[in-house]
């Protein structure tokens, strides 16, 4: 089952602030982050791994409740380059340890910054 | 460091008929997933591969399948083609042990007609 991303689109202007969510009904061993813009692949954003941890880089962060099942992405004083389309991708717990387990992205928020 | 390659870029086929993709990975990489994309479902996990193996797989009817060579390169197989199938099939590859980072081709953008 795809985890339930929110809002399905935002539109911000520049150096406003957006946090995109991610829920999941399953429990989770790690959450992922990516982001695509039009007409490209997606690009990796991070990885946060069960034990509620909160990354960043940039003015882009993110932290993961795995006991709600949750993720939140957050970007700060966005940027017009922060545009596109923000992917969360699932993965279950016990992955082994070798190779990509499978992940389940939601369907996307559309982020699209206006100067 | 080169990325990852796909090829052809661009397909068009007609319903019935069968097709094969092909997927690079950036090199030293032994994982690779495949994913199709369509603006209604997003994206959606076909299967991955690592060593040679299928080691996971997605809830996709048999008529997609694929494989992976000594050289970590992978094909994915789409026979008898549907309308549906029309979509943006993407590969992604990894390093594998300790290492979740996806690093995402350009894609193959097939058109059933």
């Known amino acids: 089952q795809q985890p339930v991303q929110s809002p399905q689109a935002v539109i911000l202007r520049e150096g406003e602030d957006a946090v995109i969510n991610c829920s999941s009904s399953?429990?989770?061993?790690?959450v992922h982050w990516y982001r695509q813009k039009h007409g490209e692949a997606p690009v990796f954003l991070m990885i946060?791994?069960?034990?509620?941890e909160q990354k960043g880089h940039d003015k882009i962060s993110a932290s993961f409740n795995e006991k709600k099942q949750q993720s939140s992405l957050y970007l700060t004083a966005s940027q017009l380059s922060y545009s596109g389309t923000y992917f969360c991708?699932?993965?279950?717990?016990?992955?082994?340890?070798?190779?990509?387990?499978?992940?389940?992205f939601g369907t996307g928020t559309r982020l699209t910054i206006i100067p | 460091k080169a990325g990852v390659t796909q090829t052809p870029r661009y397909l068009i086929k007609t319903r019935g008929q069968q097709v094969t993709l092909s997927c690079s990975p950036i090199?030293?990489?032994?994982?690779v997933s495949w994913y199709q994309q369509t603006p209604g479902q997003g994206l959606q996990f076909l299967f991955e591969?690592?060593?040679?193996?299928?080691?996971n797989k997605g809830n996709f009817p048999g008529r997609f399948s694929g494989r992976q060579f000594s050289n970590s390169r992978s094909e994915m197989n789409v026979s008898t083609l549907e309308l549906g199938d029309s979509a943006l099939y993407l590969c992604?590859?990894?390093?594998?042990?300790?290492?979740?980072?996806?690093?995402f081709g350009p894609g193959t953008r097939l058109t059933v007609l």
């Open positions: 992604a590859s990894s390093l594998g042990q300790q290492s979740r980072e996806q690093f």
């Open positions: 399953k429990a989770l061993y790690s």
């Open positions: 946060l791994l069960k034990g509620g």
């Open positions: 991708g699932t993965e279950s717990p016990r992955p082994s340890n070798f190779g990509n387990e499978k992940l389940t």
């Open positions: 090199s030293g990489h032994r994982s």
């Open positions: 591969y690592f060593s040679e193996t299928q080691r």
